[in-house]
């Protein structure tokens, strides 16, 4: 019963008079409006230990030339986690000297669950042991944000 229903609730969405896709020209695509933008939200997941098969020992390097001709690397380890973020909307709006703008919404909330990294630390060579920790990061909270990232072009 539970499997009809869904099949007659799937074809009761299809309509028997939609016209098929096409191309649209620049000119008729400016006239379309599309009304609400996209809305998402995420669930980050880092180098979750209870996987099976987790890695134990993860590294995030990143690499910065010397005045001296040599690298140094900033080397994060084990950078683990939980990020949600709610409510992230990307729209298009009108400017008022008639151009348009990228409107991003910051996230309404976003939460850390054990979120950062293990230890931190400045290496010659990014896959030595780490032997001097500059310290480590574990957040666990929310933050509430408004607001809006604008993007345009000039």
């Given at each position: 019963?539970?499997?009809?229903?869904?099949?007659?609730l799937?074809?009761?969405?299809?309509?028997?008079?939609?016209?098929?896709?096409?191309?649209?020209?620049?000119?008729?695509?400016?006239?379309?409006?599309?009304?609400?933008?996209?809305?998402?939200?995420?669930?980050?997941?880092?180098?979750?230990?209870?996987?099976?098969?987790?890695?134990?020992?993860?590294?995030?390097?990143?690499?910065?030339?010397?005045?001296d001709?040599?690298?140094r690397?900033?080397?994060?380890?084990?950078?683990?986690?939980?990020?949600?973020?709610?409510?992230?909307?990307?729209?298009?709006?009108?400017?008022?000297d008639?151009?348009?703008y990228?409107?991003?919404?910051?996230?309404?909330?976003?939460?850390?669950?054990?979120?950062?990294?293990?230890?931190m630390?400045?290496?010659?060579?990014?896959?030595?042991?780490?032997?001097?920790?500059?310290?480590?990061?574990?957040?666990?909270?929310?933050?509430h944000?408004?607001?809006?990232?604008?993007?345009?072009?000039?």
């Amino acid at each position: 019963m539970k499997t009809f229903l869904l099949l007659a609730l799937a074809l009761a969405a299809l309509r028997a008079d939609a016209a098929p896709l096409r191309a649209l020209a620049d000119e008729e695509m400016a006239r379309v409006a599309g009304q609400d933008g996209v809305s998402f939200a995420a669930h980050i997941v880092i180098n979750d230990p209870t996987l099976v098969g987790a890695v134990s020992d993860s590294r995030l390097s990143l690499g910065f030339a010397g005045a001296d001709g040599h690298s140094r690397y900033l080397v994060l380890r084990n950078v683990r986690g939980t990020i949600d973020m709610s409510t992230i909307a990307i729209d298009v709006h009108s400017r008022p000297d008639g151009g348009d703008y990228l409107a991003l919404s910051l996230p309404n909330t976003v939460r850390f669950e054990r979120f950062g990294f293990e230890s931190m630390s400045v290496q010659n060579d990014p896959l030595a042991p780490v032997t001097a920790s500059m310290g480590s990061l574990d957040i666990t909270g929310s933050v509430h944000m408004t607001g809006q990232l604008r993007l345009w072009a000039h």
